[in-house]
C-alpha cells in the first residue's frame, strides 16, 4: 500500500508541474482538448494507459 501512495504522490506532481509553471499554456492545452472528439479522447487516455503499463512491465 506505500507504494501505491508513493506512486499516487508523484502523479499529483508532475500532473502540478504545468500548471504550476505555465498556468497560460495550461489554459491553451485545455482548451484544445475541449475541441476533440470523444474518440480521440478515449484514444490519448487508451495510449497513456498502454505507455505506463509497458513502462511499470520494463522497470518492474
Known amino acids: 500500500m ?3 501512495f508513493t506512486a ?3 502523479v499529483l506532481i508532475i500532473e502540478g508541474l ?3 509553471l505555465s498556468p497560460k499554456g495550461w489554459r491553451g ?3 484544445k482538448v475541449l475541441q476533440l472528439s470523444d474518440g480521440q ?3 490519448y487516455g487508451l495510449a ?3 505507455v ?3 513502462l511499470l ?3 518492474g
Open 52 to 54: 505506463g503499463l509497458v
Open 29 to 31: 492545452v485545455f482548451e
Open 8 to 10: 499516487l504522490a508523484l
Open 2 to 4: 506505500d507504494s501505491f
Open 18 to 20: 504545468l500548471p504550476f
Open 48 to 50: 497513456s494507459m498502454a
Open 41 to 43: 479522447i478515449r484514444f
Open 57 to 59: 512491465l520494463i522497470l
